[in-house]
């Protein structure tokens, strides 16, 4: 009981400190070092009072740190640098520090998640690293991507991240659509003609989310070929009939006669290849 009353009161004596020092101009603060600022656990991770809690619960505004800790993060008044720990460039403002680490996007998500099966994760990585059915897909397809932390449109407020799909993109088409997790009438996945326009789910881990013929052709056939070839004319489509053909008879650039990808600069391009 003693103890928690205590705790309560170093937390409201540190938000007043801290309220005090946002509304200070520029001169007679009290002097920051003679006082334990933040309480007990402000730099340790596993605390309740751990100072990302603070910041997430400020709409992860840093700028009022600045004040005490200096306008580049590197100690000010306070004398303690934030740059001790967050030494990538920008310190605590670079874009890691709140949600990625081998790019800026998730994983991790702005609540620590890594799994992709998490919304907020999803396939990120699979778009942004490429390698397997075609070029990585840039931040900027899928969002406005900010120039720093304080860009307008960055953190506004809302909690959920904005989707905004490029419209000057070679992939975009005027009715793609993205609700909720699914991203319906995407020109990757298949809204062209003879393709299978197919709906996505950001956070579908199964393997047959991007198999051959997911996006174009047909899914339950045995061969890459037969699962992946357009509706031909024979069938109604107009993809012209294969009567035996390889792939790479026509689409030599794109792909080998073993239904390797040759040049994956050439597959979900925006253009059909031959
Ligand atoms: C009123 C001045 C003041 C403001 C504003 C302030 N700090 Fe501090 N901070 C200090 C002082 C002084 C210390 C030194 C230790 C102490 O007295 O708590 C410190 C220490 C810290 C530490 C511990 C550093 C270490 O190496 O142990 C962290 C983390 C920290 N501050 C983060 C922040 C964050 C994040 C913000 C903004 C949300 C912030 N501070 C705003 C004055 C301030
Ligand atoms: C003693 C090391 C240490 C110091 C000093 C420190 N931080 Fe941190 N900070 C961390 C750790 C650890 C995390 C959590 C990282 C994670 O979860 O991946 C963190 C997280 C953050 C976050 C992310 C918040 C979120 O919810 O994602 C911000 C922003 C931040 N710190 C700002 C600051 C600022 C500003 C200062 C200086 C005023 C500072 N930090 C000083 C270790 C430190
Ligand atoms: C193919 C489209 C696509 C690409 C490319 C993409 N994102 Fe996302 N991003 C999404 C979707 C979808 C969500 C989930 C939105 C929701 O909450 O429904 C999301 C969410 C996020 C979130 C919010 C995470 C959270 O915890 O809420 C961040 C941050 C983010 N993306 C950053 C990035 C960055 C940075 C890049 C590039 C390095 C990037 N994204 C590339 C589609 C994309
Ligand atoms: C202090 C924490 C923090 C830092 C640092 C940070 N972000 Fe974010 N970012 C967020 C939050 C919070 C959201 C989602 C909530 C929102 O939209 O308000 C977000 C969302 C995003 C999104 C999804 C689109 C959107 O605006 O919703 C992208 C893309 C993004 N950030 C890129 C970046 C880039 C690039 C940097 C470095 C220049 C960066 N972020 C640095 C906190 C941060
Ligand atoms: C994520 C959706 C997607 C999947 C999965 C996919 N493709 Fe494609 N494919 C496309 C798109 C989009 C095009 C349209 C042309 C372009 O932009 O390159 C295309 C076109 C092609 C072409 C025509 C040449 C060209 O221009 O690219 C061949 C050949 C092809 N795909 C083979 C395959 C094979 C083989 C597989 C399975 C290993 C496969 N595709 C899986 C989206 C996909
Ligand atoms: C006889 C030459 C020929 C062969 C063989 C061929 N293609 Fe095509 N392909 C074309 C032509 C021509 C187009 C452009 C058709 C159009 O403009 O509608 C095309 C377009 C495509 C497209 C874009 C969708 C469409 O129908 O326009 C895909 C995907 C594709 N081919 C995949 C394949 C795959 C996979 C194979 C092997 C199973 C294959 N093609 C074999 C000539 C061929």
Redesign the pocket.
């Known amino acids: 009981m003693k103890n928690t009353s205590l705790t309560y009161s170093i937390i409201v004596a540190a938000l007043l400190l801290f309220a005090g020092c946002s509304d200070l101009k520029n001169d007679k603060a009290t002097n920051p070092t003679t006082v334990s600022v933040h309480g007990e656990g402000f730099a340790n991770p596993k605390s309740a009072n751990f100072h990302a809690v603070l910041?997430?619960s400020k709409?992860?505004?840093?700028q009022a740190c600045k004040q005490c800790h200096g306008g580049d993060y590197s100690g000010g008044t306070a004398e303690k640098s934030c740059l001790t720990c967050h030494n990538k460039p920008?310190g605590?403002?670079?874009?890691?520090?709140?949600?990625?680490s081998v790019n800026?996007?998730p994983p991790k998500d702005?609540s620590n998640n890594t799994s992709p099966s998490v919304l907020t994760v999803g396939a990120h990585q699979k778009h942004l690293l490429g390698g397997i059915l075609g070029n990585a897909v840039a931040?900027k397809e899928?969002?406005?991507?900010?120039?720093?932390?304080l860009?307008v449109?960055?953190?506004?407020?809302?909690?959920?991240?904005?989707?905004?799909f490029d419209t000057l993109s070679v992939f975009y088409k005027s009715n793609v659509m993205y609700n909720d997790g699914s991203c319906a009438n995407t020109y990757c996945h298949g809204n062209f003609t003879n393709g299978n326009a197919k709906v996505m789910t950001w956070n579908d881990t199964t393997a047959s989310a991007t198999e051959c013929g997911s996006c174009h052709g047909d899914i339950t056939k045995t061969t890459l070929a037969d699962k992946a070839v357009p509706k031909q004319v024979s069938q109604g489509g107009s993809h012209p009939n294969l009567n035996g053909a390889a792939c790479s008879s026509c689409h030599g650039h794109v792909i080998n006669s073993s239904m390797q990808f040759l040049d994956l600069s050439k597959h979900i391009n925006g253009t059909i290849d031959f």
């Open positions: 910041i997430k709409n992860y505004d840093t920008n605590p403002e670079n874009c890691t520090t709140c949600h990625g800026a996007a702005l931040c899928c969002h406005t991507v900010p120039a720093s932390v860009s449109g960055h953190i506004d407020g809302v909690a959920r991240a904005e989707v905004n």
